[in-house]
Structures are given as C-alpha cells and as structure tokens.
C-alpha cells in the first residue's frame, strides 16, 4: 500500500507514473512516498525506477536487520527500528527509509500508526512541512524516533511499580515479571545502542540530510536518541538492583518463617518435656504426686515458668 | 517573573524596552536575564526581541532534556541540571541558558534558591562582577554546578549511615532505603555524566564563553562536575556492596535463628524420648521403677548427662 | 582435497598444472581454492607456487589462532571462525583465508559443510558469481559469517525455553545447563569481538577485498558480524540474570518447604503438649478426669480449639 | 611553617627576602619552598610575590580539590593526592604544588611526613639534587607518588589475610570488615584514577617539568601511578568476590545446622513415637507387655532398628 | 651468570672482553646477552660498558615493576612477565630487556627455563638464526610470551573440572579453590592487560625491531599476547559464574536437608500426637481403651492412616 505526500500534502494517487512525476517535481516540491507491505511490484518500483541498490531490498525483503545506516552515492539508507506495547510486551517495527536529496522514501511491513498519523496531520495542515522538502524527512525521522518515548515511560512505571511490590510481597510471579522485563530492556539497549550510532553518522556524514541547513533539526532528535539509550540503560541498572533486592527479601522472610518456627518449638518443647516428665511411671514421683493440690500447682507453675522464661528470651531478641 | 542584572547591579525594571536597552549597551555593562516560569510574552520576548531559533524556545516549552549544549551562530544554548532535596527525594530542577558574547539568559520554571542567592550578592556587592559582562555568565554557571554539592553531601552522609545500619540490623527497611538511594544515585548519575560531557564542550567549543579570557574560570567549573560525576559513580558501587551486605547480614541472622531452633530441639528432644520411655506400660520396666529412690535418681541422671552432652557439643561447635 | 572453483563454475581437476593455469588467467576468470585437510603436498603448493610466508604456513598447521588479519605487500591472510552445533555442544571451526587481488585460497582441518553447498550452487549456477573474480571472494566470506546464524539462533531459543524452567522448576539440572551455555557464549563473544575487529579492518585496509567495489557488499557482512556479537553479547547478560533468577526460586522453594515444616510443627507441638498434660500422674487431675463425658469433651475441645488458632494464625499470614 | 631547600641543601632562613633572593637564583640554584598549615602570611606571599592565579589560592583555602592540574602561561598547578594510615582507617593528604621552570612551591595543611623525610635527606646530602634545578621538583613529586605504595600494600596484606579468615568464619565481623575496606578501596580508586589522568597530561604537556629533559624520570612515575591504580583496581574486584564467598559460606555453615537439627529430629522423633506407643492405655497392649523379659527386648529392640536404620541414611547422605 | 649467544651459536666465553668484542661485530652477527641473578660487575658492565641509563638499573634491582616499555634513543628496555607455576600457584617471572639495534640483553633473577631452552637449541642448531641479528631478539620474545600459554592451558582445565565438582558436591573446599583461581586469574589479567599495551607500543614505536623488516614477526607475537588477554578475561567471567553456581547449588542442598526434616516431622509428629491422645488418663477414653482387639485396630489404623496421607502428599510434591 502506497502513500504519496508532498510538500503541499497528500496525492490523489500514488501509481508508478504519478511517482515519477512528483520526483521530477521533487526539488520544490519535494516527495515522500510511504510503502507499506511492499509487494513484486513496489520492489520493481524501488530497483528499476529508483535505481537502489539490490543489497538494500535484500535487506529489506529479509527484514531483521539491526539499526544502521548504509551510504550510497546518490542516496542514504537507514534502517530505524521504533518500539511499541503489543499487548504485555515490547514489540520492535523495524522501518526501512532511502533518503535522498529531496524525497525519502519508507518502506514497512506493518502497518505504522504514527506514519498513518502524520500523514493525515501533514494533509490536514500542509504548512507543517514549511514547503521545504528537506523538512518532510525531517518530520518522518522525528516522528518515528518519538514514537518508542511512550514505551520507555511505560516500561519506567511499570519498574517503578515493581520495587513496592518486590518489597512488600516478594512473589514468585513478580520475579517472572522483572525477567521479562530485563529480557525487553536488554533487547531494547542493544537496538537503541545501534540507534544512536546511526543518527551520530547521520549528523555527521549524511549529506543528503543537511540540505537546507537541516543540522540543528537533527540535532535535535540525535538528543532525543541519547536520552532514549540512557533511560534504558538506567532501568536495566534497576532491573538488577531488583533482582537483588527480590532475594533479599526472599531471605528474610525465610528468616520470619524460621523465627515462628523456633518460637512454637521454644515454647512447646519444654513443655512436652515437663507433661512428659510428670507421666513417667516412677513409683515415688507417683507417690509425691498423690498429694493433690500442691503438686499440681507445682507441676502447672513449673510449666509457665517455663513459658515466660521463653517470652521474656523472644522479648530481648526483639521477636516479640 | 523577569529580573534584571548587569554588572552594575540589579536594574529597576524588566520590561521588554528595559532590556532592549541594556543589549544595546551589553558590550560593556553586561547583561543577566533571569526568567522565572515564563510566559506567552516572555516566549515572545525570546523569538522576537533575541531572535533565538523556534527549537529552543520548543525545548523549554516541553522542559525534560537531558544535560546538553547547542551551538548556535550568535549564541549557545545550554541545558543544565541542579539536584536539590525535596522533603526525602532528589529532585532535579532543569534551567535552560542563552550564553551570547555579552549576555545570558537563563529559564527556569520553579523558583531557583540559588539564583535568587546570586543575585542579591550582586546587587549587594556589584563588584562580584568584576566589571566585566563575562564574569557574570561565570558567576550563573559556576553557582548552579555547585548547588548539587550539598546534595552529594547528604547522599555520602546518608550512605554511610546505612552501613552501620546494615550490619547491625539488617532490617527490610534498610533494604528499602538501599534501593531507593540505588534509583536517585542512578538518575543522578545519568544527568552528571551528560553535564560532564556539555561542560566538556562548553570549554573546548564553547566561544561565547572564552571571550575576556576565561578558560581558567570555566576549567574549575568542569573539575567540579568530574568530582560530582566521579562522587556519584562511587556512591552507585557502594549501594551495589550495600545490598550484599545486607543479603549476607541476612543470613547470618537465619544461621542465628537456626541455631537456637537446633539448641532447643537438641536439649528436649532426647529429654523427651526419655520421660517417654520411662512412662512406657511395661511391666518389667515399671516393676523396676517401683523401687522409690535410686531408679529415680538413675531416672533423673540419664537427663542431666544428655544435657550435659549436648551442652559440651554446643561449646564445641562455638554457639554457645 | 582440493576444490578448483572460477567464475565458471567447478574446475575438473585440482592438480598443481591447472591451478598455476587458472592462477594466470586469474585477474579475468577468478580462482577460488578450497583445501580441506592440508597435506605435505598442499603446504608446499601454498609456500613454493604461491610463495606465502612461512608464518602463515604455520598459522595453518598449529590452528588454535583467533580471528586475525595479517596484511602482506600482495594479500591478506585472514583466519576467520564459524560455529557449528556439535551435538549439544558449540564447536567453533577455523577457516585461513589467504585473499590476493582476483584470488581466494581457503584452508581448513575439518569437512566444511557451508562451502561445499556454496560450492555447489556455484556449480549449479556460475552466474552467482556475476563474472566477477571478486564477488567469488565475498560469497565465501559471507557464507561463512552466516553460518554462525543459526547457532545464535539456537542459543537464543534455548535461553528463553530455559526462562519458564526456571522460574517453575529450578532443578539442579537446569543451573548445569545455564553454566553451560554461559561458558559456550562466554568463547563465542571472545572470538565474535575479535572477528568483528578483523572485518573492521578488512574494510577499512584490505585493499583486495575492495577491487570492483565490493566495499558496499563488505559493509553488509560486517553488518552481519556487528550483529552476531551484540546477540551474544546480550544472550550472555540474559544467562546472568537466569542464574539469579534461579536462586531466588531456589530461596522462594525453601521458604515453601520451610512453611510446611511450620505449619505442621505449629499443629502437633500444642496439640502433643496437651496430651502429655491429660496423661500426667497427678491424682488431682487423674480425679477430675474419673468424671467420663464432660472430661473427654473438655480434653477434645481444647484441641480442637488449639488447631483453629493456630489455622486461624496460617490464614492471617496468608500460608492457607 | 615554611622550608626552603636549594639544590645546596636547606636555607637557614624562609622569610619572604630570603626566598625573593634564591627566586631571583633559581635558574641556577633551583628553589622548593614547602609551606605546611598556611597562615595569610603565606598566601599573600604566593599572590603578591609569585604572582599566581586567585583561582588556585581559593583551590588551596577551600581543600578538597581532586587530582588535577592547571596550566597557567608561567607555571602548572597541579594537586597530588598520597594514601596514609591514620589508625585503621585510609586518609588521605591534598598537597598542591606551584610547578614553575626553576621553582616548585609545595602547599599542604597537615604535616607531611614523606615531604620532611626528603628534606632532611637534602639537607644531609645535597648531591641527591644533581645541582639540576629541575631535579628537585622530580623528588618531591616522585616522594609523594612512591608515600602511597606501603598502603596499598598493607591493604594487600589485609585482603589476602580476610581471604583465610571467611572461608574458615565467615563472622559478621570480617563482613563489616571486607565492607570498609571495599569503602577505602573505591574511594581510592577515585582518586589514583584522577591522579593517573594528571600524570599522563602533566608528562605530555607539563612544559616546565620537561626543562633539562626530566622526561624519563617522569615516565618512570607514571609507571607507578598507573602500577598503583592497577593494583587499587584488582582488589576492588577480590573484594568483590570475598563478599560473594562470604555469603557462599554463610549459607554453607547454615547447611551444618540444619543437618544437625536434621539429624536430632530424625533420630529422636521416631523413638518418641515409639516410647508414645508403648505408653498407650490400651488394655490389649498392656495386657501384651505385662510379659516382662521379651516384651521389654521387643520395645528396646524396636528403638535401636529404628536408630540404626537413621545412622545408616546419615552414612548414605555423608552426614557422618 | 652470563650467557653469550651470537647468530653462530653459544660463545665460549662471556668476559667483559669477549662481549665488547662482540658488540663491536654485533652488526653482523648480533649478540644476545642473557644474565642471571646480576651481582655488581654485571651492574657495571649496564651501566659502563653499554651506558644504559640508570633508572632502568633501578628498575632491574628493585623488580616488581609491571610490564612496560621505555624508550631511549640507543635502545628500548622493556619489561616483560612469564606466568608459570609454582606448585599449586601460579607465579611471575620478571624479565628486563634491553633491546638495541643489533644486540638485546635479557635481565633476570631467577634461573628462566624457557631461555635456557632457547639457548641450547640455538647452540646445536644455529641455523635458527636465519643469520640476522634480529631474529635472536624475536626468538627471546616469542619464547617468553609462549611460555606463558601452558599455564593459561592448566588454569583452563583446572577450571573445567571445577564446573562439574560445583554441581555435584559444592564442597567448601572447592569454594576455596574458586577463590584463589580467581586471585591468581586478576593477578595475571592485570600483567597481560598491560603486557598487551606494551606489545602494541613496541611493534607501533620500537624502532630497533623492524629493523631488517621483522613487523611481521612481532606481529605474530602480538597476537599471541592477545589472545592469552582475552583467554584470561573469559576465565575471569566463568569463574565469577562458578561462585554464582556454587552458592545455588548451596542453597538447592539446603533445600534438600530441609525437606528431609520437613518429612521426618511431618511423619512423627502427627504419630506421637496420637500415641500421647491413647496415653491420656480419661476414664472414659481407658474405658473404651479396654475392649481389646478392635480399638487397637483402631489405634493402629488411624496412625497408619496418618502416615499414609503424609505419603500421599509428599508424593504429589514431588519429595519421594
């Protein structure tokens, strides 16, 4: 599915003959055409009348790439990768874009909902692109960089929830859920990592970039890019710490567990020993404890001594 | 809320021809324009009167950037961070600098202690400035780097404090002030190490500040941030230590517990058996205990000597 | 055994005649030869016909090299390595590559299954060569940097299946398997790190890699390297984290098994203390128990009453 | 208190003539002047008369710089950091050093006694300065550096002493103990980090040390400075691991008791279920053990299977 | 005890005379001088004879240096450290060599196994040489850096059979054992890291090495020196993982010993509880008690019962 938008919005029509009109027209008007879920004939479309190096449809027909960016004579292509929530987890789109002196192209599989949005915003108010057409590449990188901020912020919250929760309950299930979650955050760091490394070479070398003195806009999102590759370096730190606070908190509640255990057996071991005692079948402990009230006094005394000789070691342990 | 200072002091009012007056005259009185939660007209101010790029008036509008610095023809646009305490958290207070030949502006949108601070020193004493515009710019920078010492300060003190705490109760409070401290150490270290690289490049590209010769100035500046940078990096690896101390506290303290459960199951278990065995309904063995005095000393002795060699295995082995 | 590959296809014979034949004809046919299992013979063909260094010829016969390239005056020696499953185990094969402007000689000990496909299909379809002495060199180097995919691929799959083990198992032959692995991703990240280092300089050097402008397709397989390295590199951060994962399990087990333990303790002690109170000699209490029902039912109750509190106490602790 | 050394040995007096007279010398006779605890004296001296920098008076007042140097058009200023043992504890002492072509002024607070050392040494012995101006500055600089090997060393004992201690004890006192010296550890580190950074720009830059080629004698301190971080920095990583062994061993000694509860509870608790048995009210069981001699070896009997089978399982385990 | 080596083989005598003689024909036939535990003449004949400068006579009488290379204009001197071991410890051998353009002197104090080696076979076959004075000084080095791999080969294994001790029996002997492997694993991290450093400055600056074109040999030598760095590096994360394992597989045992106890008591204590209920002396329960066989059979077969649903649920947990 293609879509055709220049400098003053969206065309009518994106066929192979409006396509070569418009990049005819692409040094004022400019062009960006978007494909998605390219088929035989789009890839034709990029080979033969864009000319683009088989090695960069390869690429694209294989898709799993990392982040980078490949420069050819006439053209750069960048493979930049935006993360988004797919139900519980971080799902990565990977968008394939030639960027040349006045058009860009994108290419992607899925569908892209913050391309579908800039789209609709650059038709609805084409003025957007300041009718340069170095500024509409600008606004697709800008857009497809922001769009993995949501993520981190989520993924942000979702550790900030955690530590509470680790803490407090220590279930088994939050430590399945701080894996998974150092399992996306590692995934993540390695695409962002690639990434920054890929608009530091944009910045610097990408020529077709920096028509129309563009550099202070790219600028901009290369900032952006860092503070994304530090918040996830960041969490992965915490996700760590996590781990190691998930344990110690295993640790002691073992510890709780154990001290009730040894306070019930404090208590009552004693005790069975004394009942056991008072039941042995001596004919002259039999004998003294004939004499009713007193020895019973005696053996029930002897047994709450016990009781609060314990009480009173739980007390200075701080148990109790 | 605007206020005004050149080297001279604080100027009476900020109104828009106010400091279009003193930029007229900056070149030799200098100008400081501190911008305190601005406004519509203060933003108009910025885009029309100094004519600085949309970009940066966007970066202030949307607050939350990372540490950096943008180089700009005419001037420099620095973001930088201050770490102050707020009630028991670490809050990072963003300001946003214009750094011209002659002036700088500064924005911030909460109240800034330090800023005000500088400003009734100079118009208590204008010679601080020493009576050159450059100085004024040295003074901002250099008292905003230095408003996070105390807040480092207060970490170490606290970091310390949890050592002993640690070691000495291990308590799951302690544990939950460890990893808090982890989370403000972490985000601290991460704006410090941005700030590092941004006062790297304010001194070595930076020309706005080198005017007046002063490079020796602004290399003290930078010393501070590396000593805040490498203070907080240290801080990271102790609270990292921290948190195994206080696994390792941990289990010391369930050896403890097991240690009394073990005692306490060692001295009445067999104590038991043995008021058991003596309440056993055999005839033979209750014929034996008829006879009153020995057996029961007999009785009582097999109990005192299984004390006793529990006893001397709990000396043995050091618990007791 | 030797292989004789042009951009014609598969030579007929591999004697030392038509190799220095092909070799002539080299700069317009191309010549790939591939020795597996050098012999006394081949050596001597590498150091008198092709007049290689003696260092080189070394390299071969000690194997046991990491990735490297040396660079000569008139071709670069490069040993590159492939992993491989060898049962359960990775098993990493050397590949020496001797690369000289049209020409490719690769040597290796054991049967190569990658470059005898590659060599087939090339049979098959010489025009996968493109006619170009060159691109025989790229499709070797490339078949066997993808070769490594795989195993990366099952390493990664083997890692996440180990992730719901863990967590819901934590057997000791789980951790066994989790050492393992660390120790087969620990060698693949040293010998992909250095491999990555070896095809940043083949580019950047290697000036017979870069005849007929292969650079665009060098920079592809290096793309490949720099993502088979930040794989394990992450696969390795991930088997870390598994192996804290699993003490915790291990931990959360115990304290499972720990309650257990308590809760039964916690029952019967009270309940055992009881019986030995009703089973004294004392004869005060022996009359009181004479009196039949009212007794028994005094005697049960306070068990029963004994077994609700404590199972009262396991629900409060949410144990039931 | 000020010293003044020549390269003829000390100089009776230290008043501010005496030391303008040997500056007006120095290219000759060379000049130290050690000021330990400066009084206003002293730092009027360093402004008025050798005419330095404000910046580094106020570096000198408020202390607690990091390892740094200064180029100013005359001279270096460079602050040098040296370990010592005060009681159990590392201090560490700040000297800051004026190092100029013929000159060296050295300024600290407390007494140093390496710097005193080396003084009385001149003194004895003048030829220790080879007449060359320079070579003073080289000895006070290679003193100070070499003051900070015997704490590194006795920190090396130290850690290799708790290595021996936790294996066997594992107390929570040698816990406290691996975690201060973790603290001195890093804090050092911190510092030799900074200081190895200073050598490496005072060897390539520091014109004034590089007068009468004294570029190979401060080559051979920056060995050590970097010997000395290197050293600092594997202990940090020992320490790491002592702590992991710590824990290790605490759970080991926890395994210990609980096999012996294990053990004890094992033994005892059958026999008292035995002993239970035989003291049930059944009148079929009693009327059975009324036959006294093989009832009675029965009961015995029953007990001491039930032991022995115990002891066989604890011989099976290796518990005994 | 000084040993003469020329490209002819051993010299007869090695005199003050017979090495000068040498020296002054060292451009043909070079000269390798090796000394053994230096006494004072060896000193002089350092620093007369060939005028070395005396800090690197310092650096040959106090050792302990780390590897490094230092170089002067006649001649580089490098320090260069063997691993081997000691018993059961792995111990540094400290060689200094003084390398010229046709001469190279080694330096050590305890008698070197791998030169004498050298030594001889150079003697019986002096064609090893190749002739070139160079190549004595290339032999010398790759001797001492290959010397250093059958050490790293031991600590591999050593470390291999750990893995599977770890898992079976976690012994706190082998805790001790994992300890010292890594001391001694830092140890040599930290002499290869800047052994590495020093290779590379050497082949990069050391003039008095590529004479006669032998870059491509010490590059060889190089990579050797790598690869031990990265072969130590990955023992040293292995290792770390070993502690990780052993402290699991710690844990897991722990477990074990619980749920032994945990069985134990959960078998007994319901059992004594029931022997104690048929010991209480109601009148009503030793009433019912009295009719003999059937209310046996149920004493009998209520503890059986109990036993049994104990089975049961060990069962269905897995414990037996």
């Given amino acids: 599915m293609r879509t055709l938008i220049t400098t003053s919005g969206q065309a009518k029509a994106a066929g192979n003959d409006a396509i070569e009109q418009c990049l005819a027209n692409a040094h004022e008007a400019g062009l960006w055409l978007d494909i998605e879920a390219p088929d035989a004939e789009d890839f034709s479309l990029l080979e033969k009348t864009f000319r683009f190096h088989s090695l960069t449809i390869e690429d694209i027909q294989h898709q799993n790439q990392r982040p980078k960016v490949d420069e050819y004579p006439e053209y750069n292509f960048a493979v930049i990768f935006q993360a988004s929530w797919e139900g519980e987890e971080v799902a990565f789109r990977e968008h394939h874009l030639y960027v040349g002196p006045n058009y860009l192209i994108s290419v992607h599989i899925e569908p892209s909902t913050p391309l579908r949005e800039l789209q609709s915003r650059i038709e609805k108010s084409p003025e957007l692109t300041k009718g340069q057409p170095g500024f509409i590449t600008y606004l697709v990188i800008d857009t497809l960089v922001d769009a993995t901020f949501p993520v981190l912020e989520k993924l942000d919250e979702t550790v900030d929830l955690l530590e509470d929760d680790i803490t407090e309950k220590a279930s088994p299930d939050s430590l399945n859920r701080i894996y998974h979650l150092k399992h996306s955050v590692t995934e993540m760091r390695r695409f962002l990592g690639a990434q920054r490394d890929v608009f530091q070479r944009l910045i610097t070398h990408g020529i077709h970039l920096q028509q129309q003195d563009m550099t202070l806009y790219y600028r901009d999102v290369f900032d952006h890019v860092v503070r994304q590759y530090e918040t996830v370096d960041s969490l992965r730190d915490l996700l760590t710490s996590a781990m190691d606070v998930y344990l110690s908190t295993v640790s002691n509640r073992l510890n709780q567990t154990m001290k009730t255990l040894t306070a019930i057996a404090s208590l009552f071991l004693p005790l069975s020993f004394l009942t056991g005692f008072y039941g042995m079948n001596f004919a002259l402990l039999t004998g003294v404890l004939e004499t009713p009230y007193i020895a019973f006094a ?22 109790i």
């Fill in 298 to 319: 005696v053996g029930v005394g002897t047994m709450l001594i016990a009781t609060m000789i314990q009480l009173y070691f739980f007390r200075r342990r701080g148990w």
